[in-house]
């Protein structure tokens, strides 16, 4: 069965830290595209990055450059973002996805940033 | 980075009528490769999003005939042929041609 279970997301207040794990069982993210989408009530669906499997190329949006940072583990068929300098308009709930399409979606984490 | 804007925001449907949800872009969605990477989601209540249609018109796996998609280049339709109860909740397009991916502001489908 093909599963994404995100995990990792938290309250921190502005200026902090989150790192956020999605672990994928029923394909092999080896060869493929992942992706982090988050979704605001203000600013609705947002792709914030994605990372090719075998981690080469990776694409940002502009208001997280240089602030979040994807990463793979392959060996064990999970997707990572690591969140620094966070604000509160990084409040949201994050989703990770098989694809630039967001193919197959996970449940879901909540990060608030708030002091 | 490309905006799509859907119409209408709300779409009240009488069950057994059909439905239609438009999604324009401000750019081609027309890929390099020749192909339009336009999608279409459904978020029910308290899930998460799930994809209906892919570029455009194939429907994904496990998805009802009633649900097709269509369109070319900046004009793109998502159409269900008689909505059912299940089928409340919001729907998103999004483009995924050009980086960053964009999404629509969101149908949300309720019934009369």
């Known amino acids: 069965e093909v599963q994404l279970v995100e995990s990792g997301g938290g309250l921190v207040q502005p200026g902090g830290s989150l790192r956020l794990s999605c672990q994928v069982s029923g394909f092999s993210i080896r060869r493929i595209w992942m992706s982090w989408v988050r979704h605001t009530p203000g600013k609705g669906l947002e792709c914030v990055a994605n990372i090719k499997g075998e981690g080469g190329d990776k694409n940002y949006v502009e208001s997280v450059k240089g602030r979040f940072s994807i990463s793979i583990d392959n060996a064990n068929n999970s997707l990572f973002l690591q969140m620094n300098s966070l604000r509160g308009d990084d409040t949201a709930v994050y989703y990770c996805?098989?694809?630039?399409?967001?193919?197959?979606w996970g449940q879901g984490t909540t990060v608030t940033v708030s002091s | 980075d490309v905006v799509m804007t859907q119409s209408p925001l709300s779409l009240p449907v009488t069950l057994g009528q059909p439905a239609s949800i438009s999604c324009r872009s401000s750019?081609?969605?027309?890929?390099?490769?020749?192909?339009?990477?336009l999608h279409w989601f459904q978020q029910r209540p308290g899930q998460s999003p799930r994809r209906l249609i892919y570029?455009?018109?194939a429907r994904a796996s496990g998805v009802p005939d009633r649900f097709s998609g269509s369109g070319s280049g900046t004009d793109f339709t998502l159409k269900i042929s008689r909505v059912e109860a299940e089928d409340v909740g919001i729907y998103y397009c999004?483009?995924?041609?050009?980086?960053?991916?964009?999404f629509g502001q969101g149908t949300k489908l309720e019934i009369k």
């Open positions: 570029q455009v018109s």
């Open positions: 999004m483009q995924s041609t050009h980086w960053p991916g964009t």
């Open positions: 750019q081609s969605l027309v890929s390099g490769d020749g192909n339009t990477y």
């Open positions: 996805g098989r694809g630039w399409e967001m193919g197959v």
